[in-house]
């Protein structure tokens, strides 16, 4: 079974903070995903990475960076917290268009 | 207008019984489709997808109308444990990407 595992269930931050959360998967995909989910907006594509140190910015890249320096870890960067960005934040990979794994999620909450 | 739009529920269904909900995209070029499943809490993941010909899995059946521009799931015999939320995802309903829909919320009771 294809595993995506997130570094931090729950954390908490402050405003101005710098943030990263990581996210490891282990099926060799190509294709990972970074993606936010909030009640009555659904889930909204942050980044996105096609291939190693490639990345595409997604609906919502504001605020938010990423970086992905090998093929199975991509990482989330929120260089200083804001409020606004109290979230869960969902990581996926996939290999084919549409068939996503995602990991556990990182709930996070900005103080 | 939302380039997928679904019915957020809930859908309160006796268990047994069946229920079916459709999910509707606005760009008649979009390509793919598909059906994930989220429990409360916790992250989505694939149910099926979605094919030209309609598919079946089990209790579960989708059907793709590109006439009319939706995608259907439909549960037979629910179970309590189908309580969830399921989502649509449709790929290049908004340029080359997938775009999720807000969930439609189903909850089988006794």
């Known amino acids: 079974d294809v595993k995506v595992t997130q570094s931090s269930r729950y954390l908490v931050k402050r405003t101005g903070e710098k943030v990263f959360l990581e996210c490891v998967q282990d099926?060799?995909?190509?294709?990972m995903f970074w993606y936010r989910q909030d009640p009555g907006l659904g889930l909204r594509l942050i980044y996105f990475?096609?291939?190693?140190?490639?990345?595409e910015k997604g609906d919502i890249p504001e605020g938010y960076s990423v970086s992905r320096e090998k093929k199975e870890r991509f990482s989330l960067i929120l260089e200083s917290a804001s409020t606004n960005q109290t979230s869960m934040y969902l990581c996926?990979?996939?290999?084919?268009?549409?068939?996503?794994?995602f990991g556990e999620g990182s709930r996070l909450t900005v103080l | 207008r939302k380039e997928v739009e679904q019915d957020p529920g809930p859908f309160n269904v006796p268990e047994g019984a069946t229920v079916a909900f459709n999910c509707t995209y606005s760009?008649?070029?979009?390509?793919?489709f598909f059906w994930y499943r989220q429990d409360c809490r916790k992250e989505p993941k694939l149910l099926m997808s979605?094919?030209?010909s309609g598919n079946e899995d089990g209790r579960f059946t989708a059907q793709l109308n590109r006439a009319s521009q939706y995608i259907s799931l439909l549960i037979r015999d629910s179970k309590l444990s189908d309580s969830a939320t399921y989502l649509c995802?449709?790929?290049?309903?908004?340029?080359?990407?997938?775009?999720f829909g807000g969930g439609t919320r189903v909850l089988v009771k006794p």
């Open positions: 990475s096609y291939d190693v140190k490639m990345k």
């Open positions: 979605v094919y030209s």
């Open positions: 099926m060799d995909h190509e294709n």
């Open positions: 760009n008649s070029a979009s390509q793919s």
């Open positions: 995802v449709v790929n290049g309903a908004a340029g080359n990407k997938l775009t």
């Open positions: 996926a990979s996939s290999r084919a268009p549409g068939e996503l794994f």
